[in-house]
Nanobody, 115 residues
């Protein structure tokens, strides 16, 4: 069974940076599209960034130019580097692993951007 464990969330001031990590276990990391999504209370879970098994990357419009997704195959880990954070980036951030047969979510990590 695939498990995803996120870390790296916390409280940061506007304009600051954070790096989220998601460690993948229990499966073959290289065959999954890995993604980051975020959710605030009462709203749907929105795409932040995804990186396919082939390395193609897509970002949500609101984070383009500020966030960067990457992965380390040897460590089975996907990262989300978040720069120039804004209060509207405050959310619970979830890691996702998906392929044609399955879809898995992590437990989420809270990111709060506030002065």
């Amino acid at each position: 069974q695939v498990q995803l464990v996120e870390s790296g969330g916390g409280l940061v001031q506007p304009g600051g940076s954070l790096r989220l990590s998601c460690i993948f276990s229990g499966g073959l990391f290289s065959i999954y599209t890995m993604g980051w999504y975020r959710q605030t209370p009462g709203k749907q879970r929105d795409l932040v960034a995804v990186i396919t098994d082939g390395g193609r990357i897509n970002y949500g419009e609101s984070v383009k130019g500020r966030f960067s997704i990457s992965k380390d195959l040897a460590k089975a880990t996907v990262y989300l580097q978040m720069n120039n954070l804004k209060p509207e980036d405050t959310a619970v951030y979830y890691c996702n692993a998906e392929n044609s047969l399955s879809n898995y979510w992590g437990q989420g990590t809270q990111v709060t951007v506030s002065s």
